[in-house]
């Protein structure tokens, strides 16, 4: 006897009691009722104690933080005015080297948050102390030619008195100062100046020593967008220059100082602060964080802002009023407990499998993933058969979809799958030398397994990096960084790929000579510039991958490495100049010239990148 098409054997749908039934016939209304109750008691006891939490901690916190931040520093301006006092003596004499320069470096034992103190005549002769230079305690500089001291020295010349002045960084160190200046005066002419440098590491020391529980998450801004001590700037921040002489906060690392000023601010939380505190709320992966800040003035402009962060977790302990929860309903929740205890041990324990089984999948973790069993209740039954279903689907899936790139895209949540457009990336392409000859000497499944094993080490360089494998063709593969999530330092990623590849490639050769197996030889090209990137191709069958001209060129630049590298083993990575212009020093680039490129009308710039 044969099923009809569209009907189901009744046999096999899962046996079992409805939750359905269970629920409504038992306590579903009284568990309603109780969890009403224990929310809207325990919604209201959460906000006030939370804004009772941020009135009283704001000040304590910040206040102290900013009170330390001002022991710091106002020592050093009452040093420099000092000194100045000393230096506007007639019977100093500012034209003795010897004598300023002590002068100068006795300062700094009694200052030891300044790192450099400098003494600038009218004609802007510099006379410098360091205090951690013991090779070089005192030097002596001209500035003359510097427009930038110019308008310093005339911005010092007609101020009345000390100030804290624009930060500058020091050419030779990369280190960024805040710096106080005084101008020097006898018998009304002016006679030079005095300038003492702060650096921003010592100060983001300072703050990491003050001790307590928010220390790590202690900081300064200048204005609104500029991190000026952080404990993430002790060694320094890469980078930095006169004209952006601070880190941005979304160059810091600091993912809750990122959001600062993108999160929302809930309304309970937004309670009006005292003495010009301000809080924000920022949500971070499932946890909540209260950023208290205020603004300090009087250290130059733009203000700066003084704030630390911790998570709302911490304060738990101090919400004592959570107590009164469980009161409010016990009586409800006595009644329902013990019609609970049946249905609770026989549906608890399948949908803590099920949920535990999701979360392992949730980003396509599927090797880990267990299968569901029977349980009592039907509808449970049901949604692990699905279940099961849909681990042996997704299995095939991973298959031929890379599983980094669906990570990736998952995490970019609601965003339009079909929208495509322009980005700025690092393409590259990679082909084995020599492989036609190489495949007709070995059987099918022999190459095959090679190509497997040597993609699976191509493309784990690729991915350490963050990059995408976009295609395997033959014995090639493309790759790009910069989406789906953008990557500032698209090509230096790249770059560092490639390097981690030729590693991996001579170390594979060495295996393969001491197993008695021919060496290969890889060519890679890199090319940068914008693409059009998104889901290409039919509604049925769709590829996100990248199209335009900066494609073409990378291929063309991994055939031109055959031509001008002529490597048989080992790795030979050409890049364009567009890509050497975005990757910082640390590089070994060799240029190669000026190169035509089949299907480019103009010639583009070549280099050999060298492990």
């Not at 030079?192 to 790590?216: E, K, P, R, W």
Request: proline share 5%; aromatic share 6%; glycine share 10%.
């Amino acid at each position: 006897m044969t099923d009809t098409p569209g009907t189901a054997k009744t046999g096999n749908r899962p046996s079992g009691l409805p939750i359905a039934h269970a629920i409504l016939g038992g306590i579903g209304g009284l568990v309603l009722v109780a969890v009403a109750l224990v929310f809207v008691a325990g919604y209201e006891v959460a906000r006030r104690n939370t804004t009772e939490l941020i009135r009283d901690k704001a000040e304590l916190i910040i206040g102290s933080i900013i009170e330390h931040t001002r022991a710091h520093l106002d020592p050093a301006h009452a040093q420099i005015a000092f000194l100045a006092d000393l230096m506007t003596d007639p019977s100093v004499d500012l034209a003795d080297k010897t004598a300023i320069g002590k002068l100068l470096t006795a300062s700094l034992a009694a200052v030891p948050q300044v790192s450099v103190v400098a003494f600038v005549d009218p004609d802007l002769r510099v006379l410098r102390a360091f205090r951690n230079r013991p090779n070089e305690s005192v030097s002596f500089a001209d500035w003359s030619d510097s427009a930038y001291f110019q308008r310093t020295m005339a911005e010092v010349k007609n101020a009345g008195a000390a100030y804290w002045g624009e930060l500058f960084v020091a050419e030779d160190t990369g280190q960024t100062f805040i710096n106080i200046r005084v101008p020097l005066r006898r018998d009304g002419r002016f006679a030079g100046a005095l300038i003492a440098g702060v650096s921003i590491s010592d100060l983001s020391s300072f703050l990491g020593a003050l001790g307590g529980n928010h220390t790590d998450n202690t900081f300064i801004l200048s204005g609104q967008h500029s991190v000026l001590a952080h404990p993430r700037l002790l060694n320094g921040f890469p980078g930095l220059s006169d004209i952006r002489p601070l880190p941005a906060l979304s160059e810091l690392g600091d993912p809750v100082l990122a959001r600062l000023w993108t999160a929302e601010q809930p309304a309970q939380i937004s309670v009006p602060m005292r003495n010009g505190l301000k809080a924000r709320i920022v949500d971070l992966e499932g946890e909540t964080y209260v950023v208290l800040f205020r603004a300090l003035t009087g250290f130059g402009k733009p203000a700066w802002l003084v704030g630390s962060y911790a998570p709302v977790g911490d304060a738990a302990s101090q919400l004592q009023r959570l107590g009164l929860m469980p009161w409010i309903g016990l009586g409800i929740l006595a009644v329902a407990l013990a019609l609970a205890v049946w249905l609770g041990r026989g549906l608890s324990r399948p949908i803590l499998e099920l949920a535990s089984a999701a979360r392992q999948i949730r980003y396509l973790n599927l090797d880990g993933a267990p299968t569901i069993g029977r349980s009592r209740f039907r509808e449970v039954n049901e949604a692990a058969n699905a279940f099961n279903a849909m681990i042996g689907g997704l299995r095939w899936f991973e298959t031929y979809v890379p599983r980094s790139l669906v990570r990736r895209l998952i995490a970019r949540g609601g965003e339009d799958p079909e929208q495509s457009e322009e980005r700025e990336v690092t393409v590259l392409f990679t082909d084995i030398v020599g492989f036609t000859a190489f495949a007709e000497e070995l059987p099918a499944p022999a190459v095959a397994a090679f190509l497997n094993e040597h993609f699976t080490l191509v493309a784990g360089c690729i991915e350490a990096e963050g990059g995408t494998v976009d295609k395997y063709m033959g014995d090639a593969l493309m790759a790009f960084w910069g989406a789906p999530e953008r990557q500032a330092d698209h090509a230096e990623r790249a770059c560092r790929a490639a390097l981690a590849i030729a590693r991996a490639v001579e170390a594979d050769n060495a295996r393969r000579r001491n197993a008695g197996l021919p060496p290969i030889g890889l060519r890679i090209g890199m090319h940068s510039g914008p693409v059009i990137v998104g889901n290409i191709g039919a509604p049925g069958r769709v590829n996100y991958t990248i199209i335009g001209d900066v494609v073409n060129t990378a291929e063309r630049l991994e055939g031109l490495a055959r031509e001008l590298l002529r490597q048989d083993t080992g790795v030979s990575t050409l890049v364009s100049g567009d890509t050497a212009d975005r990757i910082g020093p640390g590089y070994d680039l060799s240029p190669v010239g000026s190169q035509h490129l089949r299907g480019r009308h103009e010639p583009i710039s070549v280099f050999h990148l060298k492990a």
